[in-house]
């Protein structure tokens, strides 16, 4: 059996002895055409030579060219994996002509190549050729000595090759393999090539582009003075027919990289069976990582750059899926470098380059995939709490700039859980961060200040200034904490200074300010710098957020108040310790109410969401149905038992199974390691509560104060929230409404305790007097009916009234319009009136007059027409709207007009 390297110097040699020019690969970033992001096929680099822009020493060529298709209308990204002959990085072999031979010749090339050099059975063969193409056809059958019923005539759609809108065209004629009836995947009894209905049994193999014409801008062709030949063989399928492999991944050209995964992850066959798509891809990323950065692509965020971390970052991410905890893919590299290095020898050149590359890129990924992946799934979670089924734009978008998400990557993982991703919506919030970010550089949110953070992160590891961890963080033991100045980030950029007024970042070695995480959100406060401990602050740093852009860093977000910061400073950091205890007495009433709504909704209830602020607390929680009234007194009630009962708070660390086992709650959907934090509430032979968090709480309940319920909403099928407040904020709330109590009473002139009695009584004779107004409208409306009357018209013995009323509201006009009927017996009526500054119509017309074709739907309609509205309704009776009310009386005085023309049709 060749191997793959001879299949490919087969090729060569063959045309070589044709007197071809071995013309070695251009590079994947194609240097003659800046509409490609890659190069996509063999004749990219001949391009100006068949447009006669430039000229060769020779006149026919063979390569085997290096090719990626990732973009446009060649993206096969999403099949990479699941289908068996997808790629994103492939070799081309292909054969060209430039004046020199045309169809003849190469059709006699490609049958021998095949037949001759590779071996295959001229039985396997079948062949198209375009429907008006007699010369291709003649060739196969009269020189080849093709049997004509296995050259199948087609159109232009598949047998008809164009370069652009205008310029060098001609047929085509394709080759494809029969692997057999027994692949058959279409089940069509008349089975053929022909059919072109993506059946497995056909492997197209080889397709020959006849350069023919020039097409002009009307679309009229004329002869080429010099026609070209341009063909194109995919290695990867004509090596899976030699080989006889249905996969081009069975193939040697995989099969080593397939080999070289398994065995660093120590799989067994049936392991590398289970997780075949994952090594296919990793086999296919791993091969066109090597060769783009060998031709000098490098990671970023546009263009070929942000294709190739796309790429990377897939495979990194099917890496772990596959079962790896740790950067591999430069090993995988070594393997293709091993493998293709003897044919693109730069592979070998740029060895250690393409290496070094990969495994940085590699590790900034790791460094925050984690915390993406987690947010997606949060995401995903709480969506599917909510019943949808689509990732918002800007939340995909949140995940690309922060955590270095690709957008194909956060569709990759939504598709396998059953999501569908915003993608319009993606593009406008990148839109919408391009502008903002052209005129707020402190919007430190892309991808390429991902990089610097991790770059920044290692840099302060390898000097010392930070252990193996990171910064150390201790949010737990108090809100001062004593540290250093490691850092300072601008815009981006790694400076050494920070002057008063700048928005800036600082790094301390060591932190007690809590970053947001489990719904709580960061700490906001000081960093201080005294050079005399007696005197003001040399320098002060107002902290206005708290990040961790990368595992193990934390940046201070915030501005410059007064003096100078330099790194290397000592630093004070000060949370603000006001603001922290509103949110632990938030944080500790969450965990109180989710204890009281199982206790009294019922153990369904489960956390869906939660948002811990210094104002406010919000938890979402899985309920079908709104609570009542007195469901959310009893609930308030009992949490604020809870808090008077004044119970310890104490947080603990246990092994996770543990935790679990005795009783400890823990998020649905939530990633948990080995060690965990509880946090406990209530005695320890009677424990009140516990859950797994690792947020800040009180110390006893009774720190919280109080706690009230302000609103109760549903927010998704079967997920209610509630928001309350705690602390300061109620006691707040609860001044104000007292105040809003006084004033009330006051103005009513009664106590406090009696307000409620006496706005009922308001109330009671506020709907009495509602009562009077509407009998009296009704007598005056009825009043002016008795005039009405007296307008109406007879239109071919049709009784027909059409007039604008004074009004209270619709119903009223229906009423009136009975009166009419009631009154007449027989007739058609239509009335306007102005509601609330618009013009609203009723139309009616007696069972008598429908028979006779009349139709009160279509006759409003058409009314309403005339005042820029519509509406319609049943044939007896309907009710229309519009929005000019001056034009009422003239679209009212179509009416009889109307209703002629009805009676005649």
Known sequence: MMTSAEIRQAFLDYFKKQGHTIVPSSSLVPGNDPTLLFTNAGMVQFKDVFLGLEKRDYTRAATAQKCMRVSGKHNDLENVGPSPRHHTFFEMLGNFSFGDYFKREAIRYAYECLTQVYGLDPERLYYTVHTDDEEAHGYWVNDIKVDPGRVYRMGDETNFWMMGDTGPCGPTSELHYDWGPEFCTCGQPDYSVALDNGCERWLEIWNLVFMQFNQADDGTRTPLPKPG??????????????????????????????DRVQKLLGHTDAEREEHLVSY??????????????GDGVMPGNEGRRYVLRLILRRAARHGR???????????????????????????????????????????????????????????????????????PGADAFKLHATYGFPFELTRDIALEHGFLVDEAGFHQAMAEHEKISASDQFKMTSEETLVVYADLLEKLKAEGELGAGGVEHDPYRGTEMESRLVAIVRDGRIVQEAREGEQVELVLAATPFYVE??????????????????????WEF????????????????????????????????????????????NHTATHLLHRELRRVLGEHVQQAGSLVAPDRLRFDFTHPAMLTQEELRTIERLV?????????VRPEHHAYKEAVAAGAVALFGEKYGDTVRVVKIGDEEELFSQELCGGTHVNYTGDIGSFHIISEESVAAGVRRIEAVT???????????????????AFLRCAPDEVDRKVLNLMGQLQDMEKTIERLRRELARRDFEQLLNQVQKVNGVNVLSAQVEAA??????????????????????????????????AAVTPDLVEQGLHAGKLVKAVAREVGGGGGGRPTMAQAGGRDASRMTEALSHVPGLVEQSLKS
């Open 229 to 258: 030949v341009d063909t194109g063989m995919g290695l990867e399928r004509i090596v899976s027919v030699v080989q006889n492999k249905r996969s081009n991944y069975e193939t040697d050209l995989f099969t080593p990289i397939m």
């Open 280 to 293: 296919r891809v990793i086999a296919d990323h791993g091969r066109a990582v090597t060769f783009m950065i």
């Open 321 to 391: 899926m596959a079962g790896f905890t740790r950067p591999f893919l430069a090993e995988i590299a070594k393997t293709v470098i091993q493998e293709m290095g003897e044919h693109y020898t730069e592979l070998k050149a740029r060895r250690e380059f393409i290496l070094n590359v990969i495994a940085q890129e590699e590790e900034r990924f790791y460094q925050t995939y984690e915390f993406g992946l987690n947010l997606l799934t949060d995401l995903m979670d709480d969506l599917k709490a909510r019943g949808e089924a689509t990732i």
């Open 517 to 538: 995480a489990g719904g709580q959100v960061s700490d906001t406060g000081f960093i201080l710098h005294y050079d005399d401990p007696d005197a003001a602050p040399t």
């Open 542 to 585: 107002q902290v206005t957020d708290a990040r961790q852009p990368v595992a193990g860093l934390i940046v201070h977000a915030g501005q410059m108040t007064t003096g100078a910061a330099r790194v290397g400073d000592e630093a004070w950091a000060v949370v603000d310790a006001d603001r922290r205890w509103d949110i632990m007495r």
């Open 640 to 648: 604020n038992d809870a808090i008077l009962a004044n119970y310890p």
């Open 727 to 745: 602390g300061r904020y109620a006691y707040q709330l609860a001044q104000d409404r007292m105040a809003v109590l006084d004033s009330a009473a």
């Open 809 to 842: 509201n619709v119903s009223m006009l229906r009423e009136m319009s009975d009166w009419f009927r009631d009154r007449l017996g027989s007739g058609v009526i239509v009335l306007g009136a102005v509601l609330s500054g618009k013009p609203s119509f009723i």
